[in-house]
Structures are given as C-alpha cells and as structure tokens.
C-alpha cells in the first residue's frame, strides 16, 4: 500500500517503529510503540513479528522489544560510508587546528568513532578507531546524548551507569541532565579531564547526518584551552555543516 508521502507504507511503519525504539534508547514496550506511532496493536504486532524474524528486533524477557542485530550490521556498514566520506572534512579541520579531530556515531548506548585525522604534533591525542567510550564522560558522547529525549537519557544511565573514568566525570543524573541542558543552549560539548586527565575536548554535533554524529577535536589541556575553543567551536560548526550537506 502506497503512503500519503509516494513510499511504500508497511516499510514507512516499520522503520517508525525502529526509530521509536531508537529515541527511547533502543527498546520500548508495546504502548509506548503504539502512543508514539498512532498505530493499533495488531498492527504494530504483524510488523514486530517480521522484524524480529528478520533480525531487526528481539523481544527482551521483560516483553519489551529492542533493536536486534540486524541493525547493528547495518549501522556498522553505514559508519564505515560515513568515515570515509568525512575524512576529507577531518584533515581539513586537524590541519587549520592543529590538533587531532575525531567523527564519532551513536552506537546504541555507547558511541564509537569511525574516522580520525590525527595532530602532527609530537605529544597529541590518539584515539582507536572502532573504539567505543561511554556518553556521559567524552565530548562526543555528551553530545550524542544532549540530541536525545531526556527518557532516553535517563535509559542509557539506568542501563549502563554513569562509571567515571577520572575524578572529574560525572556520576550523577541529576547533573549529567543539568550539562545536557547547558549543551543545547550552547551548542557544543566540553570534556573537560573527564575521559583522560589532562585532556580536552570540544564537539558539536554534525546536524542532519543519516546516524546521530558528533565532530570533535581533542588535545592536551594546556593547548587545547577556552580561548582555543573560540577558533575552534566555529571552525567545527562550519566543517560540520559542509560534511551535513555533503552526506545528504
């Protein structure tokens, strides 16, 4: 059946219901699928059921439903396109700042990075591609997390804790929501020692990519300092919005 906007309609409300489950943090229960997507519960059932046979979604012992493995696949494949196509955005950016850039992806309730230029510096920051760092405690992360419905926010903390990595991490919810709220109204994400010490980091996030992405540039804190960050958050902002509008 065709939709109202020229697709095809089953696959629209199949691909609603993986998103709901996205912005709730990736599961949810059947009412809230079927509050968010307007849709009756049989039909939310037939769809449910196709979707987990093919991978797309398992039902938790609680009876809730999260993304499967399937998605995975594919957000891995989709990060790789991304890293590849964003690099030319990175070296750009690591070479008018001096300093290493990272690109990193909303991988479930972590984030992992996918691209990297590094600084040619003899003391800079190196992070692994492929590595993946909590959301509360990286720049990136914090980021990710601030473009999220505080519901999903508050899912990530229940599922996997607020663990701090140095002494200046934040643990607490409370705060954690007070920062995010902060983030949006400014626009950018500070971490500040809060992943390595004597480390910070700047990030914004990358507005209308396909996944949830944050561009971040990192370095040691007596370089990369709050006047830095006047060059660099517009400078971040920018190459952003280029990779955006490339990868539209």
Known sequence: MASPSGGVQTVERALDLLEIMTDLGGDAALSELSERSGLPLPTIHRLLRTLVQRGYARQLPSRRYALGPGVLRLADAAGRQLGAAARPHLERLAGILGETVNLALLDHEMAVYVAQAASTRSVRMFTEVGRRVHLHCTGVGKMLLAGLPEAAVRAVAENTGLPPATATSITDLDALLAELSGIR????????????????????????????????????????????????????????????????
Do not use: H, K, N
């Not at 561009?215 to 920018?238: D, I, W």
């Open 185 to 248: 109204e400014a626009g950018y994400a500070v971490d500040d020692g809060e992943q390595e010490i004597g480390v910070r980091c700047y990030a914004v996030a990358v507005p209308g990519a396909p996944l949830a992405t944050a561009l971040s540039v990192s370095g040691p804190a007596t370089r990369v300092t709050p006047e830095f960050a006047r060059e660099a958050v517009p400078a971040l902002r920018a190459e952003a919005a280029r990779m955006a509008a490339r990868l539209r």
